[in-house]
């Protein structure tokens, strides 16, 4: 199995992908989540955590920690609820990833990433490094089959009664391919 995760692993790390910071790296609690996915997903779903901005990979991953702890002891989730998050350093961190469901959008989780911002950002946008990263994710996911080349993106205030992604991030989106 471990062999399988590896190559798994360095398939979807390949070139043309955004450095993922694998959690590991930074530092994640083990996973209780037993529900997985089945790729390729239709949905691209942006958030942000409405926590602080980070901009170094040690800022970023202890935000990262904080937010699996308060999804697992507060939430009472099996793990973080996102599948990805993007931290103001330019990098992706793995959040429940590719195969494992996530508890980011009611109604959409099965079938969608959930892709957060690490950050507030209802009155200022993220840095050009976290949004390059974002949609270098999205376009990896298209090429390596994770995500469908039809995929629908969309921001989480769409799917549920909320204002996440936040304002700023949301009019910054919905200038993104394929926003619906």
Same mark, same amino acid.
């Given at each position: 199995? %471990?062999?399988?995760?590896? #190559?798994?692993?360095? +398939?979807?790390?390949?070139?043309?992908? &955004?450095?993922?910071?694998?959690?590991?790296?930074?530092?994640? $609690?083990?996973? @209780?989540?037993?529900?997985?996915? @089945? &790729?390729?997903?239709?949905?691209? #779903?942006?958030?942000?955590?409405?926590? *602080?901005?980070? +901009?170094?990979?040690?800022?970023?991953?202890?935000?990262?920690?904080?937010? $699996?702890?308060?999804?697992? @002891? *507060?939430? %009472?989730?099996?793990?973080?609820?996102?599948?990805?998050?993007?931290?103001?350093?330019? *990098?992706?961190?793995?959040?429940?990833?590719? =195969?494992?469901?996530?508890?980011? !959008?009611?109604?959409? *989780?099965?079938?969608?990433?959930?892709?957060?911002?690490?950050?507030? +950002?209802?009155? #200022?946008? &993220?840095? !050009? %490094?976290?949004?390059?990263?974002?949609?270098?994710?999205?376009?990896?996911? #298209?090429?390596?089959?994770?995500? =469908?080349?039809?995929?629908?993106? =969309?921001?989480?205030? $769409?799917?549920?009664?909320? @204002?996440? &992604?936040?304002?700023?991030?949301?009019?910054?989106? =919905? %200038?993104?391919?394929?926003? $619906?």
């Amino acid at each position: 199995m %471990k062999v399988a995760f590896v #190559v798994f692993t360095l +398939f979807l790390c390949s070139e043309g992908c &955004p450095r993922i910071i694998s959690r590991s790296e930074w530092g994640g $609690q083990r996973s @209780k989540c037993t529900s997985y996915l @089945k &790729p390729p997903m239709t949905y691209a #779903v942006i958030h942000h955590t409405e926590g *602080n901005r980070c +901009f170094s990979t040690s800022t970023c991953s202890a935000q990262m920690r904080n937010v $699996q702890s308060y999804h697992m @002891k *507060n939430r %009472k989730w099996c793990d973080i609820g996102y599948s990805f998050l993007v931290g103001e350093d330019g *990098n992706v961190y793995e959040g429940r990833g590719w =195969k494992t469901l996530g508890a980011h !959008t009611l109604n959409y *989780n099965s079938v969608g990433y959930g892709i957060c911002f690490l950050g507030n +950002f209802t009155g #200022v946008a &993220p840095g !050009t %490094k976290a949004l390059n990263a974002a949609q270098q994710l999205i376009k990896c996911a #298209v090429s390596k089959g994770m995500l =469908k080349s039809n995929y629908i993106l =969309k921001g989480h205030r $769409q799917l549920g009664s909320t @204002k996440c &992604p936040g304002n700023t991030l949301y009019n910054i989106i =919905k %200038k993104w391919p394929h926003w $619906q």
